[in-house]
């Protein structure tokens, strides 16, 4: 693989984000710019999967629970070499029949897990997943299904409570495999999330049986480290991770201003000056795209 900067590499996922939304007039660009770091490293260091082979049965399943982010999803099946996802795609974003609508379906797009948007749905589905696995794995031995279920969920996932539901079942089951990476930017759609809420999601997990801690989301070495511990526990585990929703974007990062509307001309050049990518629609480049 050519090596390149982990930065460079989650710059260019906020890089078409930007772009894509504000081709369509409409969409989401806080939340692929914010966990552009953790997709970073979960994809580059973690995730087993085959992109000729979306569908190979023994691939580690990533569900982007909080659905609305699907540009990040979107970035990673173009940026890793998923075949149908092209960048013609990412320029048709949220318009009809494109492989990119505004929430992610998986009967429509190849490597899409499962359809997501409904916010508690994907982390809920996801520890199905996890209990398939090990079904599977009980069934079949470790030598044919031996693989790992990653969630990406926001505040509004953990808000929902059909999540509850689902934690109580993965912890009291002890799905060890399940690994949920929460988006803790502490905004929401109308504001922060000290508006509505002040659970402790690290003490809510733990009191269902899962492992759960804090890192910094945007620390390359925080997040592996995370990730690798959580590999090896005999629970299920939450990390949460502290980021920056819209981070680079000058005036709105940390703002809801940057959850689901375009960035507009101005921030979105300033944005990129930035972060120092291309200024150039959609442009990724080379050695990025190769690595
Ligand atoms: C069940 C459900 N209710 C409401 C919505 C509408 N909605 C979309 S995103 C969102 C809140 C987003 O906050 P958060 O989950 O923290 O995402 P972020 O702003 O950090 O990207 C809401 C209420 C939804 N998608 N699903
Ligand atoms: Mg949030």
Known sequence: MTQVDHSRMANAIRGLSMDAVEKAKSGHPGLPMGAADIATVLFTQFLKFDAAVPA??????????????SMLLYS????????EMTLDQIKQFRQVDSLTPGHPENFRTKGIETTTGPLGQGISTAVGMALAEKM???????????HHTYVLASDGDLMEGVS???????????LNKLIVLYDDNGISIDGPTSISDSVDQVKRFKSAGWAAEKIDG????????????AKKSSKPTLIA?????????????????VHGEALGAEELKAAKENLGISLEPFAVADDVLKA
């Open 56 to 69: 190979w049965p023994d691939r580690d399943r990533f569900v982007l629970s909080a659905g609305h982010g």
């Open 76 to 83: 990673l099946l173009y940026l890793t070499g998923n075949s």
């Open 136 to 146: 599977l794995a009980a069934e079949f031995g470790k030598k044919i299904v031996d």
């Open 164 to 174: 509850q539901e689902a934690i109580a079942m993965a912890g009291h089951w002890k």
């Open 218 to 229: 945007h620390n390359q070495a925080a997040i592996a480290d995370a990730i690798t511990r």
């Open 241 to 257: 991770c502290r980021t920056t929703i819209g981070f680079g974007a000058p005036h709105k990062a940390g703002t809801s201003k």
